[in-house]
């Protein structure tokens, strides 16, 4: 793979320690990055020059959470409504309407809108991983895949808030997320990585948990795992375990620095404690709370030590809008405008998230020896002006950027969207096999508009 140069560039390396470089430059050597710096850069016939004056060089965002089939099949259905009930509508349908290739083309849809819009790295956490897996490596996207382990008898269960565990399902789940890793981990020129899951605290036993803990330490390997989705499930965690769910899990040796806490919405302040304790992630997607009118206390979390991630979930995949969400809705529930101010929120989406994903030691920021993740932002828009020596162009980008301000993405150093277009797949075909999938589906289900 050739050495490409990215000069002339507003290089934002996002690592913590750098300030930003308004006349940085990237090299770009295979697929790592082997230098950066500001001012004259590097010289060399064997070099491709990629001029990015009047753009911004970032690390590729990291979404720390995705379900990015169902994205593909629900946006414009699932919306405007409270998450019990969105979960008992979407439900069934995944349970009786969807099949693999169904799966495979919605996953392709999503992947693709978040490359396009600077994602390069993200953390899918789901049923059906095969198309789901065989969908990312087609689009070139980075992704953590997380199969689902649950011993719960029925999804629906899980929806009204029974809880009747099958150990023969924990058997089976667990056989199947270890050959998922077996698959995958490591695929696609170690752009897939493979973590275990638990859909939620309240689809297993915690027998299961204890299981899959036991079975992420053989496989040297992380696990993420939705937890006090609403006030509900604060109380439907104490009636399966007597106690707390976070202290329960942290009880049960589930926790530790390798496991991401999806939503974490509803916490007490001893499952704060358990958490902050444990050295367990937080990933938050705030724009799926703020659909379903929730917030969560994330000063208390913050304050607490607890590392953040930022996520989408579904449905809205644009991590810039995700950042500005995290913003505003931690200010509104702590009346406090600086509780997350931009550069830490960026941090969430980059290097914070890449921490949720077990790979901050690969990506998530602009260091040389890190894999070559990266994007550039188009600057020359008014949205972005004025942007001299007197601003601030962290604030500028994360209160204004969005996915559509795009014009390239690397991945692994290979050029996936140029000119703001993928270069891996035909866009078109991609959305109309898509839409085509979504109508059967709807239509099967019996809920065609």
């Not at 929806?159 to 058997?171: M, N, Y």
Request: hydrophobic share 45%; proline share 5%; glycine share 10%.
């Amino acid at each position: 793979m050739e050495r490409k140069l990215i000069a002339g560039a507003l290089v934002i390396p996002s690592d913590g320690r750098t300030p930003p470089m308004r006349n940085g430059w990237v090299l770009v050597d295979g697929g790592r990055i082997a230098a950066l710096g500001d001012g004259a850069p590097p010289e060399g016939d064997d070099l491709h020059r990629i001029d990015a004056s009047s753009m911004a060089v970032l690390p590729g965002l990291v979404d720390a959470h995705t379900h990015l089939g169902p994205t593909g099949l629900f946006r414009g259905f699932a919306e405007d409504l409270t998450h019990e009930a969105f979960l008992g509508l979407v439900s069934p349908i995944l349970d009786h309407a969807v099949d693999t290739d169904d799966m495979h083309a919605a996953a392709r849809l999503g992947a693709l809108e978040c490359l396009k819009g600077g994602t390069t790295a993200t953390s899918e956490l789901g049923l059906a991983m095969e198309p789901v897996a065989r969908a990312i490596e087609e689009v070139g996207l980075r992704c953590a895949l997380g199969p689902d382990i649950s011993d719960i008898t029925s999804l629906s269960d899980y929806v009204t808030g029974g809880a009747s565990f099958d150990a023969a399902l924990g058997e089976r789940a667990l056989a199947a997320a270890s050959d998922v890793f077996d698959r995958w981990h490591g695929a696609a020129n170690g752009r897939l990585t493979v973590r275990l899951a638990n859909f939620s605290a309240l689809t297993c036993s915690p027998e299961l948990l204890r299981r899959t803990r036991a079975l992420a330490d053989e496989k040297h390997t992380g696990i993420d795992i939705h937890v006090l989705t609403s006030p509900d499930a604060v109380e439907r965690g104490r009636a399966l375990f007597g106690k707390d769910t976070m202290v329960a899990l942290a009880e049960l040796g589930y926790l530790g620095p390798d496991v991401s806490l999806v939503h974490l919405l509803h916490p007490t302040a001893a499952d704060i404690a358990a958490v902050a304790a444990s050295g367990a992630v937080m990933v938050q997607c705030p724009m799926a709370y703020a659909k379903a009118g929730q917030v969560s206390p994330l000063k208390s979390i913050r304050d607490a030590g607890v590392p953040i991630a930022v996520g989408s979930d579904w449905l809205t995949m644009d991590m810039w809008q995700q950042m500005r969400c995290a913003m505003m809705l931690a200010r509104i529930e702590a009346g406090d405008s600086p509780v997350v101010d931009a550069r830490t929120v960026l941090e969430m989406a980059t290097i914070g998230a890449a921490r949720a994903l077990g790979l901050e030691s690969e990506i998530g920021s602009l260091e040389p020896g890190k894999k070559a993740d990266l994007i550039l932002v188009d600057l020359d828009q008014p949205h972005f002006a004025p942007l001299g020596a007197a601003w601030d162009p962290v604030k500028t980008l994360v209160h204004n950027a969005t996915g559509r301000d795009i014009r390239m993405v690397m991945v692994d150093g290979r050029i996936v969207v140029s000119d703001g277009r993928a270069t891996t797949v035909d866009e078109a075909e991609v959305i109309a096999t898509a839409t085509r999938h979504g109508e059967a589906v709807m239509a099967r289900a019996g809920a065609a508009q």
